[in-house]
């Protein structure tokens, strides 16, 4: 089974920062496959980007993916205040598998 | 709009069932799959399985097989998962989540999430 490895586990950042986000695969993983969710508090998760790359409709170009062999990065180009909140690495097959979640905080 | 509207929070003993509805608007039931992904307090998410909605196929997680069933009324677009022996570490926030299809291999669309509380 495929497990996906989130870094770090808190990130401390201000606004306006740049947060890079990791997720790193124990197997070599399609980046087809690959997407990445946003959770505030007492909300559902939200789809930002699939295909390790591209965004989910709505979703602002300040949030960006992208792959390198098994390592996938989100990164938030300027954090602004409503992205706070816990990120989680997703993969698609044929069990689901989700990272632990890095929670970017102020 | 695209919509999941979830059946709400639930409270139960060990040993007990709970069934979950998660009723569609918006967008043609049939063509897509539903997914059931669960959240226990303070925890990370989990994914239980999906069902194709169109034919009644579903795909458990291992975790869950035996124990979950995953179901659909495609009279009026709403999909149920049901969970048997509860546990209390069963308690949890169940999400069903629409699968994006075409070449998005991903949860686009989500419920709010119904609370199952398993308390003795």
């Known amino acids: 089974e495929i497990v996906l490895t989130q870094s770090p586990g808190t990130l401390s950042l201000s606004p306006g920062e740049r947060a890079t986000l990791s997720c790193r695969a124990s197997q070599s993983v399609t980046s087809t496959y690959l997407a990445w969710y946003q959770q505030k508090p007492g909300q559902a998760p939200r789809l930002l980007i699939y295909g390790a790359s591209s965004r989910a409709t709505g979703i602002p170009d300040r949030f960006s993916g992208s792959a390198s062999g098994t390592d996938f990065t989100l990164t938030i180009s300027r954090l602004e205040p409503e992205d706070f909140a816990v990120y989680y690495c997703h993969r698609y097959g044929s069990s689901f598998t989700f990272g632990g979640g890095t929670k970017v905080e102020i | 709009q695209v919509q999941l509207v979830q059946s709400g929070a639930e409270v139960k003993k060990p040993g007990a069932s709970v069934k979950v509805s998660c009723k569609t608007s918006g967008y043609s039931f049939t063509g897509y799959y539903m997914h059931w992904v669960r959240q226990a307090p303070g925890q990370g998410l989990e994914w239980m399985g999906w069902i194709n909605s169109n034919s009644g196929d579903t795909n458990y997680a291992q975790n869950f097989q035996g124990r979950v069933t995953l179901t659909r009324d495609t009279s009026i677009s709403t999909a149920y998962m049901e969970v048997t022996r509860l546990r209390h570490d069963d308690t949890a926030v169940y999400y069903c989540?629409?699968?994006?299809?075409?070449?998005?291999?991903?949860?686009?669309?989500w419920g709010q999430g119904t609370l199952v509380t398993v308390s003795s």
């Open positions: 989540a629409r699968e994006c299809g075409g070449i998005c291999y991903a949860l686009d669309i």
